[in-house]
């Protein structure tokens, strides 16, 4: 995505649910941005069992130093839960008419991934009557933390 016209790229980390666990903007796509988002991102939720990457070569050479290079899979649809989470986004984006400083992008990814997480009621598994029972109570449950 452009920010007064420089490029910048989403990193995001998405588990096997589609729950967007990690968002990152950052200017370069290089192993060494890899390797930063790769600790921070295990850091914070621990060694995962398998990686499922694009094809970009930087990440390969991220893994390699952090010692998960046989837990990477890489594949021509393997990518398609990260990509998807996508569209939300890219959906909310360009109802705001892009952003314009890094810091509001990177404050926005966070926020946003968060309540689409929680939201998120896939809801062509339930019937209307189920999907507005657990719609409820999610929003009494995200009431009760004191956000809305």
């Given at each position: 995505?452009?920010?007064?016209?420089?490029?910048?790229?989403?990193?995001?980390?998405?588990?096997?649910?589609?729950?967007?666990l990690?968002?990152?903007?950052?200017?370069?796509?290089?192993?060494?941005?890899?390797?930063?988002?790769?600790?921070?991102?295990m850091?914070?939720?621990?060694?995962?069992?398998?990686?499922?990457?694009?094809?970009?070569?930087?990440?390969?050479?991220?893994?390699?130093?952090?010692?998960?290079?046989?837990?990477?899979?890489?594949?021509?649809?393997?990518?398609?839960?990260?990509?998807?989470?996508?569209?939300?986004?890219?959906?909310?984006?360009?109802?705001?008419?892009?952003?314009?400083?890094?810091?509001?992008?990177q404050?926005?990814?966070?926020?946003?991934?968060?309540?689409?997480?929680?939201?998120?009621?896939?809801?062509?598994?339930?019937?209307?009557?189920?999907?507005?029972?657990?719609?409820?109570?999610?929003?009494?449950?995200?009431?009760?933390?004191?956000?809305?």
């Amino acid at each position: 995505m452009k920010i007064n016209g420089e490029t910048h790229y989403l990193w995001r980390a998405v588990d096997h649910e589609g729950e967007v666990l990690e968002s990152y903007v950052i200017k370069r796509r290089d192993r060494k941005a890899a390797l930063k988002f790769l600790r921070k991102t295990m850091k914070r939720f621990g060694p995962p069992h398998v990686i499922v990457t694009d094809l970009l070569r930087s990440y390969g050479a991220a893994m390699k130093v952090i010692g998960n290079a046989d837990k990477q899979e890489t594949g021509r649809w393997l990518n398609n839960r990260v990509e998807n989470s996508h569209l939300p986004f890219r959906r909310r984006e360009r109802a705001m008419l892009r952003f314009r400083r890094i810091r509001s992008l990177q404050r926005f990814v966070a926020v946003h991934a968060s309540v689409h997480n929680h939201f998120n009621q896939e809801r062509h598994l339930y019937s209307r009557s189920n999907f507005k029972l657990n719609r409820t109570a999610a929003l009494a449950e995200w009431r009760q933390l004191g956000v809305a």
